[in-house]
């Protein structure tokens, strides 16, 4: 049962999110073919520059992929839908969350095949120790970009907008980053070993990274447990024979019928258990 709702709520996040997704790797491809034509820099720095780019718009998706997870659902209007299917917490993050990081993958993975392919790398970035450096930046790249999802979908649990969420997160993001960066600054001047210090940088981004899912959770467990007006679902103007207004606890499910006839769902109090 719960890897069914998983797989639906999967299949769910690729409808909602693909046109984003698309989007953004086409605007990332476009510019890597115009940056290719107009670099005037050393042949050596090209690949760098375009995989860089692929990174940086990359970011953009991650935080447009959290922001999207749960505020969508307030403005779409499909929360009561999210609640009614009696799903865990944490599969509803879990499923939202796997969907935001393996897209975010593939983002990268097609972004940096696609910069190889216009501009091969010089073989001195594939021999020797350049191997580890070029490792560990990927490495750090990922986390980086899975850690601003996870950002992101916080914000996206608290926030009512899906551009709020997506500010929310972005400064929320930046801030955090900042303060990641000035520690790691901070532990490369002490030990005097830049790469070390990116190692040690990267386990705190892993550090935090489960923090943040122990936080996702928690406000997911809040996110689905509340009561739902019958009002809520009259901004679109159905109509409907029949509703169900349910309410989601921790140590169980209500479910309260409703018989609305045919007439337009209008402004009710919510209804609760008694």
């Given at each position: 049962?719960?890897?069914?709702?998983?797989?639906?709520?999967?299949?769910?996040?690729?409808?909602?999110?693909?046109?984003?997704?698309?989007?953004?790797?086409?605007?990332?491809?476009?510019?890597?073919?115009?940056?290719?034509?107009?670099?005037?820099?050393?042949?050596?720095?090209?690949?760098?520059?375009?995989?860089?780019?692929?990174?940086?718009?990359?970011?953009?998706?991650?935080?447009?992929?959290?922001?999207?997870?749960?505020?969508?659902?307030?403005?779409?209007?499909?929360?009561?839908?999210?609640?009614?299917?009696?799903?865990?917490?944490?599969?509803?993050?879990s499923a939202k969350v796997v969907y935001g990081a393996i897209t975010t993958l593939f983002f990268l993975l097609v972004s940096t095949a696609f910069a190889t392919w216009l501009r091969p790398p010089s073989l001195a970035i594939l021999e020797g120790a350049q191997q580890i450096v070029l490792i560990e930046t990927s490495i750090l790249a990922i986390v980086s970009l899975w850690f601003a999802l996870l950002v992101a979908v916080g914000c996206s649990l608290m926030?009512?907008?899906?551009?709020?969420?997506?500010?929310?997160?972005?400064?929320?993001?930046?801030?955090?980053?900042?303060?990641?960066?000035?520690?790691?600054?901070?532990?490369?001047?002490?030990?005097?070993?830049?790469?070390?210090?990116?190692?040690?940088?990267?386990?705190i981004k892993v550090f935090a990274i489960g923090i943040l899912c122990l936080l996702a959770y928690g406000l997911a467990r809040r996110w689905l447990n509340r009561d739902f007006p019958v009002g809520t679902l009259s901004r679109r103007r159905f109509w409907f024979p029949s509703i169900r207004v349910v309410r989601i606890r921790a140590d169980g499910t209500i479910v309260v019928p409703v018989d609305l006839g045919d007439s337009e769902c209008g402004p009710v109090p919510s209804i609760k258990e008694a």
């Open positions: 049962m719960t890897s069914a709702i998983f797989g639906r709520l999967m299949w769910k996040e690729f409808r909602v999110q693909r046109s984003l997704w698309f989007a953004l790797l086409a605007a990332t491809l476009l510019l890597q073919i115009l940056v290719s034509q107009l670099w005037m820099g050393p042949a050596s720095e090209v690949w760098p520059g375009l995989v860089s780019l692929g990174v940086g718009l990359g970011w953009f998706y991650a935080l447009g992929s959290g922001a999207v997870s749960f505020a969508a659902e307030r403005e779409d209007d499909t929360q009561i839908r999210m609640v009614a299917m009696a799903c865990p917490p944490a599969v509803t993050v926030a009512q907008r899906v551009l709020l969420a997506l500010l929310m997160a972005g400064i929320v993001t930046s801030v955090l980053e900042t303060i990641l960066f000035s520690v790691t600054l901070g532990q490369a001047s002490s030990i005097h070993d830049a790469w070390r210090a990116m190692q040690w940088g990267v386990a």
